[in-house]
Structure formats: C-alpha cells, structure tokens
C-alpha cells in the first residue's frame, strides 16, 4: 500500500478490497489511500469502500472530493455512493 509505484499501490488497494473483512482497521487503510498522490490509486480506494457500509464509509469517499477529479473517479465515487446510500 506504500511502495513507490503508483501501479503497485493501486493492485494493492484493489487485493485489498476482496479481504476488507479479514483486515484490521480496513476503513484506516482506505482513508489513507483516499489521499493518495495518484488519481488511479484513489479511485481503487473509492472502488473498495463500495464494499464497505456506514456512515465513516461515506465521510472516507467523500473525501476524494479534495483532490483533481477526472470523469473515471467522479463515476466511480457516484456509483460507490449509490451502493453507500442505501
């Protein structure tokens, strides 16, 4: 989740994602990759919190919001917010 390569943490993320309810502090995980310098790793972190339920789920999304948004990030938070809302 910290290697240098942008690529490499945005696979990270995304392995992350099918094992959200095996790891600890999974929405910590998340919240941090949310800030990630790149948009690709971000939008992975969006992605993954789909998966997630609540209202911090929601507040971490959100929070994307902060950086650059391009049209695949901005689709992919509406969707991801879409499955949150519910």
Avoid: K
Wanted: charged content about 35%; glycine content about 2%; cysteine-free.
């Amino acid at each position: 989740l910290s290697a240098d390569d942008h690529r490499a943490r945005a696979a990270a993320v995304r392995v992350l994602s099918f094992w959200l309810r095996d790891v600890e502090q999974p929405l910590e995980l998340l919240r941090a990759r949310i800030d990630d310098p790149h948009p690709r790793v971000r939008l992975e972190a969006v992605r993954a919190l789909s998966f997630m339920s609540g209202d911090e789920a929601i507040e971490i999304a959100l929070g994307v919001l902060e950086h650059d948004m391009d049209d695949y990030l901005q689709y992919t938070l509406d969707e991801t917010m879409r499955v949150l809302e519910r």
